[in-house]
């Protein structure tokens, strides 16, 4: 008997045969499969891996961006009981052979990757290698010639439920990544919750642009689609992402806060605050500018738009919302298979939240305010960290690390993070997270990250929004207008006692990003720690090396 995941892939294939189901540009020309010819692939590829030797419960790497073959060899393992290991496609030589390494994969999908010839050092010699049909791809077999012979009479390993599926690996944002088990149970759950919680219906459209190696991308896109009957679109290349989005026109779109952000300064850039500001307050003339707005960037199809990965600062949601892009926030982690708070197609947000509990969530507060969780998403555990992984549990509940408020209905703040606050040289606690928030409000500001450790005062290190052309009094005057602004609104030990503004860029191939985008915030305090220390002027401006 097959596990429900594997089941589900098999009757999609027959109940939607014709239905098309994935569409990738390639050299500027749309490839589209059929849900029939996806899973035809597919059993294609597993009928391949067994003749590498590969067999159940063996992992396998996924390293690639997003892509219609990246799917298709998921679907390949998934039908074969092979384990799944993707990684970040951003990700340095050094993770790529920590992930592959600790995972003891046997071979690995290899597709387009942000740096091939760098990252392509990081998978051991002794793994083989499966390249994707892209230009750059390379691999100890090309993926057209492995599936040239039929995989006539392919039968799916009939897996059991609490089989290992896939090891998602944390992005690393507060040390080195770990591999959180989710099962075949797990990874059925999640797609069908999500695609009766989301209301997805026949005909939707979903861009997949967003790393299907996180646990966000592969919990809503991929496992929805999955159980339902959404086409998914890719993006070929970050130069093309603008024009496939308005080939796409997705029903249901999702980001990250800073890309909500560089999307508001798209907009921004066409239309300036002020003017922007004085006909949306014209109603003749509003709801054309909003539809103009919508229409410009490709989502004027959207009738769910969602932001996760990290905090979002609330005034974003609000200038989203006045110009007719509604978002949702909504929150999970690696450990929940990203299942954990977020409102469907119908659900108002209160902005500042994440949303309520999904179905069959249990959410409570523990010591120091820590959000806890129970559901049916949550992980078997660490992968080879049996220790770490009775620590993270509590009766039950997965301890979740972030400081959290639950208000009698419902509705779930987060806080900050457990770790991250910090206590300053007077002895008091401070969290920086509402600090941040407060901080986004100027729109110079693209990222901000307080530190105060051992500090009379907190300071904000800031990252200024790209092509932002303004002289240093100006930004200095600007800068110390907000300062006064935030801390009217704080607590005296909470005060920001100054700003430093850091040219360099905050990247992830500087290690001070995270893959998703979420800022690094021991290593960033780290760097400039010194900077910190010796600051005199309340603003100061370090230029870029």
Known sequence: MLAALQQQLIDRARQTPDRVYLCQPIDRR??????????????????ALHRLGLRPGDRVGLVSKNCAHWVIADMAMILSGLVSVPVYPTASARTIEQILRHSGAKACFIGKLE???????????????VAMPYPGATGTYRWDALISESADGFQPHPASEDDLATLLYTSGSTGEPKGAMHSYRNFAFVGSALAKALDIRTGDRVLS??????????????????????????????DTFAADLLHARPTLFGSVPRLWKKFQLGVLDRLPPERLDRLLRIPLVAGLIRRKIKRGL????????????APIAPVLLEWWHRVGVTIREGWGMTETFAYGTQLGR????????????????????????????RSPSLMQGYYREPELSERSFVDGFFRTGDRAFIDPDGWVAITGRVKDVFKT??????????LESLLARNELIEQACVVGERLDQPVALIQLAEHIGIDDDTLRIRLGETLDAVNRQLEPH????????????????????????????????????????????????????
């Open 425 to 434: 040289s007077k002895g008091k606690y401070v969290a920086p997270v509402p």
């Open 209 to 238: 642009y967003l790393p299907l190696s996180h646990c966000t991308e592969r919990a809503y896109v991929e496992a929805t689609s999955f159980h339902s009957e959404a086409t998914l679109y890719f993006v070929e290349s970050l």
């Open 298 to 309: 490709g989502i004027d199809r959207a009738t769910w738009f969602a932001s996760g990965s």
């Open 115 to 129: 740096h091939p010839e760098s990252q392509r050092k990081g998978i051991p010699e002794e793994v083989v290698t």
């Open 30 to 47: 749309w490839h589209q499969w059929t849900w029939a010819e996806a899973v035809a692939e597919a059993e294609r590829v597993a009928v």
């Open 346 to 373: 119908q659900g108002m947000p209160r902005f500042g939240c994440i949303g309520k509990a999904l179905p069959q969530v249990e959410l409570k507060t523990g010591d120091n305010d820590e959000l806890l969780i």
């Open 494 to 545: 909470e005060r920001i006692g100054g700003a430093i503004v850091i040219d360099e860029r905050w990247t992830v191939d500087n290690d001070l990003l995270t893959p998703t985008l979420k800022i690094r915030r021991d290593i960033i305090e780290a760097r400039y720690r010194s900077l910190v220390e010796a600051r005199q002027d309340r603003v100061v401006r370090v230029p870029a090396a």
